[in-house]
């Protein structure tokens, strides 16, 4: 399955070392594998394959590869610093692509020593403009596959939802029991299933770990190393508030929502929501990715808690305000009231059963599958 970065990747390749990270199993290793197809010779090297890893630790790999994937390598000790130096040292007309979920994302922060010689991507899962390609469907159709069966590929292509559940109860107990023990105890894996059980319920509305923390009969700042864990590990990722001072914004309660929608306990509306944000903060993602633009997903809310689901801004400057509905074609409330408060922001109000667009309020109240259809990714 041919995917929304394949030609974006390929294209960096030619000139820098590319660095591809995303949730286990959204399909990072198809479309690398993808990828060497577009080669005269290729090679894959995955550190969790014992004779892989060998010939990764001798960088003995073929020096004649055009070129060279490397997977998992996050788990190998000290590996920035061994990856900074495979990259200055490749040979002149071989490519590198590393791949990898957890730890991997510390790339960015990797420091000055790695400026300038790669670019990054994140992969997310399939979106409604990605199904409506690969399967020729309208996006109300693809809408509808997603929400049922979330946007990771083996699911999402499976042959019937049995499938799909069979597939998502496996991977969720994997990821507690072998991805976060890379990052926690043992001991802790218990307390983790049961915030994450939380989290699943909680999906859209602002985060008090204060709460969770009594419940769970924890510390705060045990919570909070938890969400870090788990936003690490791509199995859920944060909306924060926005704000024109961006420390007041972080110090307000996020919102959180799962990569997988399929995850998420709550009724169609809540599901509708999550499936958004992903695909919301995977055009966020990729616009950054792709083209360099300052883009950051937000939500708003204020003290008499007036709220809209979502905002765009770029550059600090506010560009869209998102609200999400479905069934409800009424102007909402609060957008109205920000559209006005920022005129040079679009305001669109997203409604799953929506009869007839319309333009009221100064609010673009609109079909959701088409609109999503119509994102970068």
């Not at 071989?94 to 990054?120: I, K, N, P």
Request: hydrophobic content about 45%; charged content about 25%; some cysteine.
């Amino acid at each position: 399955m041919k995917r929304y970065l394949d030609d974006f990747v390929l294209n960096d390749l030619a000139t820098k070392a590319v660095v591809l990270t995303g949730p286990r199993q959204v399909g990072k290793t198809t479309l690398s594998r993808q990828l060497m197809q577009s080669f005269p010779s290729a090679q894959y090297l995955n550190w969790d394959v014992l004779a892989d890893r060998v010939v990764l630790q001798r960088q003995s790999w073929n020096p004649r590869a055009k070129l060279l994937v490397m997977d998992e390598i996050h788990k190998m000790p000290n590996w920035k610093a061994w990856l900074k130096g495979v990259i200055d040292g490749r040979l002149a007309g071989q490519s590198l692509l590393v791949t990898g979920s957890a730890r991997m994302e510390t790339f960015r922060q990797a420091g000055d020593s790695l400026a300038g010689r790669y670019f990054s991507f994140k992969l997310h899962p399939i979106s409604v403009l990605e199904w409506c390609v690969q399967q020729g469907v309208d996006p109300a159709v693809a809408l509808d596959h997603l929400l049922e069966r979330g946007g990771f590929p083996e699911p999402c292509l499976a042959a019937d939802a049995i499938q799909a559940e069979r597939w998502r109860a496996q991977y969720f107990t994997d990821l507690i029991r072998e991805d976060v023990l890379e990052f926690s105890r043992l001991h802790e894996i218990t307390t983790m299933r049961l915030f994450v059980e939380l989290l699943r319920e909680r999906v859209g509305s602002p985060l008090s770990l204060a709460s969770i923390a009594r419940d769970l009969a924890v510390a705060p700042a045990t919570l909070k190393r938890y969400l870090d864990i788990l936003q690490a590990l791509f199995i859920v990722f944060t909306v924060h508030p926005w704000h024109r001072n961006v420390a007041r914004a972080i110090l307000q309660a996020p919102k959180v929502y799962f990569f997988d929608t399929g995850l998420v306990r709550g009724d169609q509306g809540i599901r509708l929501e999550n499936a958004v944000a992903g695909m919301l903060l995977k055009q966020a993602d990729f616009l950054r990715d792709s083209a360099g633009r300052e883009v950051s997903l937000h939500y708003i809310r204020t003290k008499d808690d007036a709220e809209v689901d979502f905002a765009f801004s770029e550059a600090g400057e506010l560009t869209q305000l998102i609200e999400c509905k479905l069934s409800d074609n009424k102007p909402h409330r609060a957008l109205a009231r920000f559209a006005a408060q920022f005129p040079d922001a679009q305001a669109v109000q997203l409604v799953y059963n929506l009869r007839q667009e319309e333009f009221r309020n100064g609010i673009m109240i609109t079909n959701a599958a088409n609109w999503l259809s119509q994102l970068s990714a």
